[in-house]
């Protein structure tokens, strides 16, 4: 339905509102005519055509005060309305007719004037023509150059209200303080200006690991051009961060997502001198695209564009995102030219952080000291291996400084090493005694305490606890593991439970692998992800790729690594020898801070002969064929030591049986119970659960079967249902067990007080 527009709603308003003042009886053409050039919009278009607009409402006026005296109202009549005359009334229907026509909704007052001009025996249309108006001139006049420039004046202010909805000026906010300069980076951002320089494809990429710096060094261009530390073609120029999740943000029709972005498009062309920031650009591809199928993305409009040079573009994006997406769109790719942003090095990290120190002292009113810098850096290069400076050691300056804040400290805020270590700790989810060096006690007495656990291999611990401390000394290789083991030895004489104590006396993960999971050689795939082209390939890195990278800092268990297939050891070689593990999807997990240990029972009954211990020669040769024909020399070369575990005699099995009667009694205790047992319950359990063989797990089946099974039952239903005591004794050669009630219990705890 047509209606009239706001303009000439307020046009007519004026026009009774000024024929009620005069006293007039009707609303003529000449009332219509002079509320119309009082209009600022109606005055705009004839300003445009040329007419004399003053002169005109100056004779309209007069016309109006002195020569229609004829329609003036008697005085004494009050409270009368103003009508329209019939000329009022066919100029506004045939408006509305041609408006309908035109297909527009509305009528203006540009409408009313053409229908206005056709009553040729009207003052107004006298005054009009009398100014130099001509009707078909007018109407071709409205048609074309003004409706353009109406449009054109309505497309630039969307584009700025997009420009400021969907993108956010750097400039601005570096002047606000907001951004804080880029220390460093010197050759990456003069690569950036030159790139920008170009007369053609003057877009650049920046490709880097995540937390390298890649916004931070366009915010850092920002800065300088504000600072004007920049070539001077670059000082007038304004960078502007594109936000994409803001242009997808609620575009649910078709084309809204296109509307948008050719509204920015236009709003930058207008302003000149504009470089665009794309950050994580990755998100280009498919963005705005109607379908699965559609091309109709982000990065395919924006081709053209950088094609011809009509935009600068600076975009960031990871390595992983940059081979999924850029390299297989080489369209796109040969637009831009690539910057590689490389990881820091210790130097520059503890540069940045200097550099940035002040802002993070400001904003938490906090001290930082310098040491604490350096630690940051040291530490997070350390046990921080999935991330990449500076922004890791920025983390834990952030979150040691956000610390203070959580307890609501207002002294002494002052970040130290010491805080440092103990953010460290929390983050990577060790214990921060170990971090903060502390546990030099714990480490002092972690082989007395491996052997009184693991019992009968004290030249295997010997070895393992100097490797050790060789590495909490900081004098390891870098880019190797702490340490690679292979433990030799036949069935259950403690190779797997050493490797389960030292992770628990270390306070670390213990990442085990049951290796006969990997008989077939595809089942490598299950450890470092299924080859291109194969299915899962896109879905994970394998499973040692992820335990690694979830706990770098882990004992990495390979149990009864003989039953695997033997290209498995292949894939040990890259850790042994550089401390990393490369997935099929080229992801790479840290292992410098962990323990590998390989478990085997190659060469078992040639390990029986030997004496129990560290058994090597400077050759590499360790006197086992079996052992030399599984393995390659190239991995038996990458080895630190390879450890032989020897056969258990009568006295490490007493001790053993010790062990398990001990885990037996805390059992007990959580359900008050008290355990005794007889030296001939313990030397029957030695002679009748003992295999030399098999070694101490018989024993663990033998108690399973002669003491827990027939407690299981006095616990629930005998005696001992409310606690007491259990005499374990032997009496005709076979186990038995004495139950007796609390009762008895509470009078011989009496008679002991006492």
């Known amino acids: 339905m047509v209606e009239p527009s706001d303009e000439l709603q307020v046009v007519f308003e004026k026009a009774i509102k000024d024929a009620k003042k005069l006293r007039h009886e009707y609303v003529t053409l000449e009332h219509l005519f002079f509320a119309m050039l009082c209009s600022d919009n109606f005055v705009k278009v004839l300003d445009g055509y040329g007419c004399k607009v003053d002169s005109m409402k100056e004779e309209l006026n007069e016309h109006l005060q002195n020569k229609i005296d004829e329609i003036k109202v008697a005085d004494e009549v009050k409270n009368y309305k103003p009508k329209k005359t019939q000329t009022v009334e066919r100029v506004m229907n045939r408006a509305f007719t041609q ?127 504000v600072n004007k530390e920049v070539p001077k073609f670059l000082e007038p120029y304004s960078v502007y961060n594109l936000d994409i999740g803001a242009m997808l943000a609620g575009s649910k029709y078709r084309g809204d997502f296109e509307e948008r972005f050719k509204l920015v498009m236009a709003a930058i062309k207008k302003q000149g001198k504009t470089i665009v920031f794309i950050d994580e650009a990755h998100m280009m591809n498919g963005a705005g695209a109607g379908g699965a199928n559609s091309s109709n ?19 960031s994006t990871t390595w992983e995102e940059y081979r999924k997406y850029f390299e297989k769109d080489r369209a796109l790719m040969r637009r831009f030219q690539r910057v590689t942003i490389d990881e820091p090095d210790k130097k520059t990290a503890t540069d940045i952080l200097q550099g940035i120190k002040k802002y993070y002292e400001e904003f938490h009113k906090t001290t930082i000291t310098q040491e604490a810098i350096e630690e940051s850096v040291k530490l997070s290069v350390k046990y921080m291996t999935d991330k990449k400076l500076p922004d890791k050691a920025i983390d834990l300056i952030d979150l040691a400084c956000s610390r ?89 004489v403690g190779k797997t439970e050493l490797a389960k104590q030292l992770a628990k006396h270390l306070s670390i993960e213990l990442a085990r692998f049951d290796m006969s999971e990997y008989q077939e050689k595809h089942s490598i795939s299950k450890l470092i992800g299924s080859p291109p082209g194969y299915v899962g390939h896109d879905e994970h890195s394998g499973q040692l790729i992820n335990k690694l990278q979830e706990y770098p800092n882990c004992v990495l268990l390979l149990d009864e690594v003989e039953k695997a297939h033997p290209d498995i050891s292949q894939i040990l070689l890259q850790l042994m020898d550089n401390g990393k593990v490369t997935g099929s999807d080229g992801k790479e997990a840290d292992a410098r801070n962990c323990i590998l240990i390989l478990t085997t029972n190659l060469g078992a009954e040639q390990a029986e002969k030997n004496s129990i211990g560290f058994s090597h020669d400077s050759e590499g040769d360790y006197g086992d064929e079996e052992f030399k024909r599984f393995f390659a020399p190239e991995f038996r070369n990458r080895l630190d030591g ?113």
């Open 642 to 754: 390879v450890v032989t575990f020897g056969k258990l005699d009568h006295n490490i099995m007493l001790k053993i049986v010790g062990k398990f009667l001990l885990e037996l009694r805390q059992m007990l205790d959580e359900k008050n119970v008290v355990c005794e047992i007889t030296d001939p319950a313990l030397d029957h359990l030695v002679e009748n659960g003992f295999d030399s063989k098999m070694g101490a797990r018989p024993m663990q089946r033998y108690i399973d079967k002669h003491i827990k099974r027939p407690l299981s039952k006095i616990l629930l239903f005998g005696d001992l249902r409310d606690g007491g005591v259990l005499k374990i004794d032997v009496k005709d050669g076979e186990i038995i067990l004495k139950p007796e009630t609390q009762k008895v219990k509470n009078e011989v705890a009496e008679v002991t007080n006492n």
């Open 404 to 492: 203070f804040k959580v307890k609501n400290q207002e002294e002494n805020k002052i970040v130290t090493p010491e805080e440092i270590k103990f953010e460290l700790a929390k983050f990577v989810n060790l214990p921060p005694e170990q971090i903060q060096q502390k546990e030099t006690n714990n480490l002092a007495q972690l082989n007395k305490n491996l052997k009184l656990n693991v019992y009968g291999q004290d030249n295997a611990i010997d070895e393992i606890v100097d490797k050790i401390l060789v590495a909490q000394a900081g004098l390891k290789s870098e880019d190797k593991p702490i340490g690679s083991f292979v433990f030799m030895g036949p069935t259950g």
């Open 99 to 225: 408006t309908l026509f035109s297909g527009r909704a509305h009528i203006d007052t540009t409408d009313v004037f053409l229908s206005l001009l056709n009553e040729t025996k009207s003052f107004s249309t006298y005054l009009a023509t009398k100014s130099g108006v001509e009707k078909d001139k007018f109407s071709e006049y409205i048609n074309h150059e003004y409706i353009t420039t109406l449009e054109d004046e309505e497309l630039a202010g969307h584009a700025q209200r997009a420009l400021k909805a969907f993108t956010t000026n750097l400039n601005a906010q570096v002047e606000s303080g907001a951004i804080d300069p880029v220390i460093g980076r010197t050759d990456e951002l003069e690569t950036i200006c030159l790139s920008l320089g170009r007369r053609s494809k003057n877009n650049v990429l920046l490709v880097g690991d995540p937390g390298v710096g890649k916004t931070a060094i366009a915010e850092g261009l920002a800065y300088r051009i």
């Open 297 to 315: 993305d982000l990065a395919n409009m924006l081709k053209p564009a950088l094609g011809k040079g009509d935009i600068k573009v600076v975009a």
